[in-house]
């Protein structure tokens, strides 16, 4: 197997021309094309994401000395409460919306999702969703203060007596965004379950799809619990009922229940398509078969359905009774076993493998590595005595940004460089990727790996100020965080200018299979000029069957001579 | 190789179903009904809690809820199922006077349960401030009540429609997804009124 360097793919010589969105007027409009669609997710996305990066860098900021002296308190407070809603709601969830959007209906052979006027609606609810958020900052009062989780009776607060204050405005903006996801989520499952092409059986399908399939399940089951928490939040504060408000005889902690319920899950919801997205990378990269395609493809199910029971772990010190913490902590520690699972199989398919360190598969690695670190210590806080321990600190913080950015946000970096090939037609730079890179696994270790021993020393989260004995760490992770914040730079740089100007991208760049390779880069607006009618494995790298019976294609590496 | 599947063998992995319209749009309405009905469950389980652990559950003063007329219109709204499914059976034989009759008899007793309703509100000694009860008693019947309205007014559209004659046999997709939110709402409608009327 030649190792292909991206700087001098042989192009193709006859590549089909196909008329494609080539027009960026496009990705304004309201498109109902999927691909359209995907894109304008993914790039609205990460423009949220560099605001909530923003915000964070402030937070950072300001914890680099132990006085509270760069912002007052109540922007502190907005400032974290609104970096963490945005870093959720609009930057992962909507960006692995976006890959999904590209890349299911190619992936499994349809010509669009099954729904495509309500996906262009889902989607452009979330622009809607941001500009009411920002919006909030400029309500009487500044915008919310009380976390992403709005805890009551903290949330409940209205300090400036005004009917329309932060906290409704970010209510309203999350409901919205509970809308669209369901929209979202019914268009995927219809759309998986309904539109694969002749032959893709359920254990044909990418394990992309099989993430996306198992994680939007959890948006049908998991977001309606979601939903009614905030309605019956919602009408606390404007309407004066008492559901949750202790002074009137309401119960604080049923909030907790419907919140973590859906937020639990939620979890997974964003983790189990960057597990897809591991598992589309490692075989090409790799170029071996997938190991254990269909226990990997079950246990993202498992993981689905066991990850609905074990909210209460969220509540082990809001009073919740001996045995059901007990109870709790074991379905816990269930979760470790289909992700543990998984963890294996990547590294059995990497193993031994012809591996090809382009940026994708840095990337992918990286956040491999990042994940199972925050595994072992997301094992530690799920036994009830540590979590009781270091509940609230930065032990915590760090764990979840570990998950969150050296996973999550890593594993879309991973994405963004390897389909993006196929979404505009060009190669990136090759060099620019890789310095991308180091920059951000440097960054993201100095940025996080300090709020353990933090944590551990006692500091405790959503605080502006603390003892001078925690400057070390905080000075390190502040400088961290710059670091994170200019790694962005050579990523938009590459971006920009690899769409605008990089050498065209034939249909095939990796030499991968799955259907969306076998169409033209990018892809001919209704994807195939015929169905596909698929007859072999998804991951056969290594063996020589035909992925379909119908489409003949250059670049497709296993095409078999006639 | 196990299962080399060839085209139009296997029924649901078949290319077909790219234009299965009308199945896509019932599939995704049920997958849809499916979630609706996770927030009813939510409130459920939130009323059965708060039920179990409030010390002063009823408002002060109020002893009970009045049962009888909310059990007359639970009979009304029950039997409207019944009639929907006459009125969708008609319209498969192609009787549109009867598919029309029979769905403003439905319509006529979603409507006389959407007032019975209104008049038990009206006559209650307590309001949706009143404690963790009166929150909850008005939220689900209020949020119910909604969805009977929804209801109705989908009922409204497809009768209208079918005064076209372009559309009542172009597919039935409108008419049948009526019908399934309608026996939803009566089916959520059952467990409210066991949790809220019978359990006191
Ligand atoms: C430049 C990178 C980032 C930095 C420097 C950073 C830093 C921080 C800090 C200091 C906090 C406040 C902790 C506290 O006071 O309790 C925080 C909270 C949070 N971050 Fe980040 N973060 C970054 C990226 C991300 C990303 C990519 C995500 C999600 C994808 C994320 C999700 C969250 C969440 C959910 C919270 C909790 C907010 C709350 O307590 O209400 N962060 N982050
Ligand atoms: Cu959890």
């Known amino acids: ?562 | 190789m196990d299962s080399y599947l060839t085209s139009g063998e296997s029924h649901h992995a078949s290319g077909e179903h790219t234009h299965d319209e009308e199945g896509n749009k019932m599939f995704g309405f049920i997958v849809f009904l499916l979630s609706e009905s996770v927030i009813f469950l939510s409130f459920f389980a939130g009323y059965i809690v708060y039920k179990i652990t409030t010390p002063n559950w009823l408002p002060a003063g109020i002893s009970g809820l009045e049962i009888k007329d909310p059990a007359i219109n639970t009979v009304i709204l029950v039997s409207s199922s019944f009639v929907i499914y006459l009125a969708e059976r008609a319209l498969q034989r192609h009787d549109l006077m009867k598919f029309r009759l029979f769905l403003g008899a439905t319509m006529a007793m979603g409507s006389y349960f959407l007032l019975g309703q209104a008049l038990e509100w009206n006559s209650l000694a307590f309001g949706f401030t009143s404690g963790v009860f009166g929150g909850m008693f008005y939220l689900l019947t209020g949020f119910h009540g909604l969805h009977v309205l929804t209801g109705i007014i989908l009922q409204l559209i497809i009768l209208v429609r079918s005064f076209n004659p372009g559309n009542y046999d172009t597919g039935h997709f409108g008419v049948n997804a009526t019908s399934l939110f309608w026996h939803f709402v009566d089916v959520i409608w059952i467990v409210l009124f066991i949790l809220i009327y019978l359990w006191q």
């Open chain 1, 1 to 562: 197997m030649t190792n292909i360097s991206v700087k001098n793919v042989n192009l193709p010589s006859e590549e089909p021309h196909h008329e494609s969105p080539g027009n960026w007027k496009e990705y304004f409009s309201f498109s109902t094309d999927h691909k359209v669609i995907g894109i304008q997710y993914l790039v609205t996305a990460f423009i949220f994401f560099l605001v909530g990066g923003i915000f964070a860098m402030v937070i950072r900021g300001e914890l680099i000395t132990p006085e509270s002296d760069l912002v007052d308190r109540t922007f502190y407070n907005g400032m974290f409460t609104m970096h963490g809603t945005v870093m959720l709601f609009l930057w992962t969830f909507p960006s692995l919306v976006g890959f999904a959007n590209y890349l299911v209906p190619l992936m499994i052979g349809a010509r669009d999702m099954a729904f495509p006027r309500l996906n262009a609606v889902a989607f452009w609810m979330v622009p809607v969703v941001g500009i009411l958020l920002m919006a909030s900052f400029f309500v009487p009062g500044g915008p919310a203060q009380a976390g992403w989780w709005a805890y009551p009776p903290v949330s409940l607060q209205n300090p400036t007596g005004h009917l329309i204050n932060g906290q409704v405005v970010w209510l309203l903006a999350v409901a919205i965004s509970g809308v669209s996801s369901i929209m979202g989520a019914v268009n995927f499952v219809t759309t998986i379950v309904k539109m694969r092409a002749p032959g893709m059986g359920f254990f044909k399908m990418p394990l992309f799809v099989w993430a996306v399939f198992s994680a939007q399940i959890i948006q049908l089951f998991g977001l309606p619990a979601l939903t009614a928490g905030a309605v019956m939040l919602l009408l606390d504060l404007t309407a004066g009922t008492a559901f949750f408000d202790p002074s009137k005889g309401g119960n604080p902690v049923m909030f907790q229940h419907y919140f973590w319920f859906y937020s639990h899950p939620a979890v997974y919801v964003i983790i189990l398509p960057i597990f897809g997205i591991f598992s589309e990378i490692f075989p090409v990269y790799s170029r071996k078969p997938l190991f254990g395609y269909k226990v990997v493809a079950i246990s993202s199910l498992l993981i689905a359905v066991v990850s609905a029971i074990v909210w209460v772990h969220h509540l082990y010190v809001s009073g919740t009774p001996a045995w059901m913490r007990m109870l709790f902590m074991v379905t816990t520690m269930l979760v470790s076993v289909p992700t543990g699972i998984k963890v294996f199989a990547w590294v059995a398919t990497i193993w031994g493998g012809k591996i090809r360190l382009t940026t994708p598969m840095l990337f992918a690695l990286g956040a491999l590595i990042m994940f199972v670190f925050a595994g072992i210590v997301g094992i530690m806080l799920s036994s009830v005595p540590v979590d009781v321990h270091v509940n609230n600190t930065y032990f915590v913080v760090g764990h979840f940004h570990y998950v969150l950015f050296g996973t999550v946000t890593m594993g879309l970096y991973a994405a963004i460089y390897h389909w993006f090939p196929k979404m505009t037609g060009r190669m990136y730079y090759e060099g620019w990727g890789k310095l991308h890179f180091w920059l951000t696994f440097i960054g993201t270790n100095l940025n996080f790996l300090p709020m353990h021993p933090l944590g551990l020393q006692g500091m405790l989260r959503r605080i502006s100020s603390y003892a001078p004995e925690y400057e070390f760490w905080n000075i390190i992770a502040s400088l961290g965080s710059f670091l994170l914040g200019m790694s962005t730079l050579p990523f938009i740089f590459n971006m920009v200018v690899s769409w605008m100007h990089g050498q065209k991208a034939p249909a095939n760049p990796w030499r991968a299979i799955g259907l969306e390779w076998l169409v033209s880069s990018p892809p001919p607006v209704e994807n195939f000029e015929e169905i596909p009618i698929v007859i072999s494995e998804p991951y056969g790298y290594g063996k020589s069957e035909p992925l379909t019976a119908n489409i003949q294609n250059q670049s497709h590496p296993y095409k078999p001579h006639s």
